[in-house]
């Protein structure tokens, strides 16, 4: 089993920055991906961005060049830096990982970012 808990949300205005944090504990050697996604009011959870252990990333069109994600030295943090926010980027960001062995996801509880305009 894994846990994720993030951290880091908040209210910002456009243009302005968060960095969100996942912390990562339990059989975490076992997960090969780690991502982040978003849900917006009345749409879809969407893919923002993913991990590989191995360092490869993957981003959604809408924020590349704007959002980077990156793993701690400990390897059970992952970050999400988001920068130049929109108040389409308004959502709850929810931590994902992945095991791919299994084909199992593991969900954190989210944490609302809210970009005013």
């Known amino acids: 089993q894994v846990q994720l808990v993030e951290s880091g949300g908040g209210l910002v205005q456009a243009g302005g920055s968060l960095r969100l944090s996942c912390a990562a504990s339990?059989?975490?050697?076992?997960?090969?991906?780690m991502g982040w996604y978003r849900q917006a009011p009345g749409k879809q959870r969407e893919l923002v961005a993913s991990i590989t252990s191995g360092g490869s990333t993957n981003y959604a069109d809408s924020v590349k060049g704007r959002f980077t994600i990156s793993r701690g030295n400990a390897k059970n943090m992952v970050y999400l830096q988001m920068n130049s926010l929109k108040p389409e980027d308004t959502a709850v960001y929810y931590c994902n990982a992945y095991e791919v062995s299994y084909g199992r996801d593991y969900w954190g509880k989210g944490t609302l970012v809210t970009v005013s305009s």
């Open positions: 339990g059989s975490i050697f076992s997960i090969n991906v």
